[in-house]
């Protein structure tokens, strides 16, 4: 194997430890709504407590990544992360399910934002989007199989078994940061961690309209897909009356489409430059995204729609990320860890938003999904007109 792909695989297993503790849980929330006699709104809080940690506490690993390495980082937040998985394996009420969840996102933040730093750390153009495609790949494993695994475990074993083997995913995670990951930040490119130049270095790519705009095209892009991750088992299970393991089948049909179109970003950068790369899928995702809506509307709302459009919509959706995510610190390798967790951060931020508002107009229909996965994409391909339509 070469190091190449080693290297891919590694950060990939790193990358999908979040990923892996969403998907897999997602069949579980209706069986969790009814075990801890709560609402489906208070059980899509533990996906909002999660994901709101996880993406804020990235603002602290990034730096401090820059500062004391990529390692470091990662050996913390795995532990913290194993601690509140044994926490929400024993969780014996929803308050301290979502407590423990938030704990889950403040250990996982480290494995979203010190991959990509690594891969800034090594590669940059083309090279950094080829490994980015390949972490994708491995990516790709958390929501073709996580639900899948998910429901094969709720049925036998109830939904607690899930957090157990997320436990034994984050063991294997530290195992391969210990014994097979090497150290990209070497002491003489470190810089010092100060809250004076951290708070500069931020307000610095805050004020970088490329850097924004490029981020929030990636962040509108995933906001579409973190409603679907929030509505998609109430619906599919509840309403067209899938059972969890038809739940997660039909789930990862979308992973496939994603995956499938991600590992062309590379070669498809190469021929016409990653910005137009970037448009042409935003303008694809949001005319299937429309497409959808106006079906919906019509009321053409049947499951093999939904699933059909949907796999189109978020394929040309993993032609958006990886190109967005490469792009975005393709300027700022010196800062590379932060800058991704700012990027990280503010995409991880929308799809929160996106999530909380979404969440409040769910009727057990279709629409206020379709709605706005479509809001998403126009979103994502206006500010990429805006951000890269000159390039």
Same mark, same amino acid.
């Given at each position: 194997?070469?190091?190449?792909?080693?290297?891919?695989?590694?950060?990939?297993?790193?990358?999908?430890?979040?990923?892996?503790?969403?998907?897999?849980?997602?069949?579980?929330?209706?069986?969790?709504?009814?075990? %801890?006699?709560?609402?489906?709104?208070?059980?899509?809080?533990?996906?909002?407590?999660?994901?709101?940690?996880?993406?804020?506490?990235?603002?602290?690993?990034?730096?401090?990544? #820059?500062?004391?390495?990529?390692?470091?980082?990662?050996?913390?937040?795995?532990?913290?992360?194993?601690?509140?998985?044994?926490?929400?394996?024993?969780?014996?009420?929803? #308050?301290?399910?979502?407590?423990?969840?938030?704990?889950?996102?403040?250990?996982?933040?480290?494995?979203?934002?010190?991959?990509?730093?690594?891969?800034?750390?090594?590669?940059?153009?083309?090279?950094?989007?080829?490994?980015?495609?390949?972490?994708?790949?491995?990516?790709?494993?958390?929501?073709?199989?996580?639900?899948?695994?998910?429901?094969?475990?709720?049925?036998?074993?109830?939904?607690?078994?899930?957090?157990?083997?997320?436990?034994?995913?984050?063991?294997?995670?530290?195992?391969?940061?210990?014994?097979?990951?090497?150290?990209?930040?070497?002491?003489?490119?470190?810089?010092?961690?100060?809250?004076?130049?951290?708070?500069?270095?931020?307000?610095?790519?805050?004020? #970088?309209?490329?850097?924004?705009?490029?981020?929030?095209?990636?962040?509108?892009?995933?906001?579409?897909?973190?409603?679907?991750?929030?509505?998609?088992?109430?619906?599919?299970?509840?309403?067209?009356?899938?059972?969890?393991?038809?739940?997660?089948?039909?789930?990862?049909?979308?992973?496939?489409?994603?995956?499938?179109?991600?590992?062309?970003?590379?070669?498809?950068?190469?021929?016409?430059?990653?910005?137009?790369?970037?448009?042409?899928?935003? %303008?694809?995702?949001?005319?299937?995204?429309?497409?959808?809506?106006?079906?919906? $509307?019509?009321?053409?709302?049947?499951?093999?729609?939904?699933?059909?459009?949907?796999?189109?919509?978020?394929?040309?959706?993993?032609?958006?990320?990886?190109?967005?995510?490469?792009?975005? $610190?393709?300027?700022?390798?010196?800062?590379?860890?932060?800058?991704?967790?700012?990027?990280?951060?503010?995409?991880?931020?929308?799809?929160?938003?996106?999530?909380?508002?979404?969440?409040?107009?769910?009727?057990?229909?279709? %629409?206020?999904?379709?709605?706005?996965?479509?809001?998403?994409?126009?979103?994502?391909?206006?500010?990429?007109?805006?951000?890269?339509?000159?390039?």
């Amino acid at each position: 194997m070469s190091s190449f792909v080693r290297l891919a695989l590694i950060l990939g297993l790193l990358s999908a430890i979040g990923p892996f503790s969403v998907d897999m849980y997602l069949p579980a929330l209706p069986a969790i709504t009814e075990d %801890l006699r709560t609402t489906t709104s208070a059980t899509q809080m533990t996906l909002l407590a999660f994901l709101g940690s996880f993406s804020l506490l990235q603002l602290i690993y990034g730096p401090i990544s #820059d500062a004391v390495g990529r390692k470091p980082p990662l050996y913390f937040g795995l532990v913290v992360f194993l601690v509140g998985s044994v926490g929400c394996y024993f969780a014996p009420s929803i #308050d301290a399910l979502i407590a423990f969840r938030v704990v889950q996102g403040v250990g996982g933040a480290a494995m979203m934002v010190v991959p990509r730093a690594v891969i800034r750390d090594l590669h940059t153009g083309i090279e950094a989007t080829r490994l980015m495609s390949l972490v994708m790949l491995v990516l790709s494993v958390s929501p073709i199989l996580a639900p899948l695994a998910g429901s094969a475990l709720i049925e036998p074993l109830g939904w607690r078994a899930i957090f157990a083997v997320v436990i034994v995913a984050a063991a294997i995670s530290a195992a391969a940061v210990r014994f097979a990951l090497p150290e990209t930040r070497p002491p003489d490119k470190r810089v010092a961690v100060g809250l004076g130049t951290t708070m500069l270095s931020y307000a610095h790519l805050l004020r #970088d309209r490329h850097f924004m705009g490029v981020t929030f095209v990636g962040g509108f892009g995933m906001a579409s897909f973190f409603i679907f991750l929030a509505s998609s088992s109430f619906l599919y299970i509840d309403r067209f009356g899938l059972t969890p393991t038809e739940y997660g089948l039909a789930f990862g049909l979308n992973a496939v489409g994603f995956i499938g179109a991600s590992q062309a970003s590379a070669s498809l950068g190469a021929r016409f430059g990653m910005g137009r790369v970037i448009l042409g899928a935003a %303008l694809g995702h949001a005319v299937s995204a429309f497409l959808l809506l106006g079906l919906v $509307l019509a009321g053409i709302d049947g499951l093999g729609v939904l699933m059909a459009l949907l796999f189109v919509t978020f394929a040309f959706l993993g032609l958006v990320v990886p190109a967005s995510m490469v792009l975005s $610190l393709e300027r700022h390798g010196p800062i590379a860890g932060l800058a991704s967790a700012l990027g990280g951060t503010l995409q991880m931020a929308a799809g929160v938003l996106t999530i909380a508002v979404g969440s409040l107009f769910f009727d057990g229909t279709a %629409l206020p999904m379709v709605a706005t996965i479509a809001a998403c994409a126009a979103g994502a391909f206006l500010l990429a007109v805006r951000t890269l339509g000159e390039k």
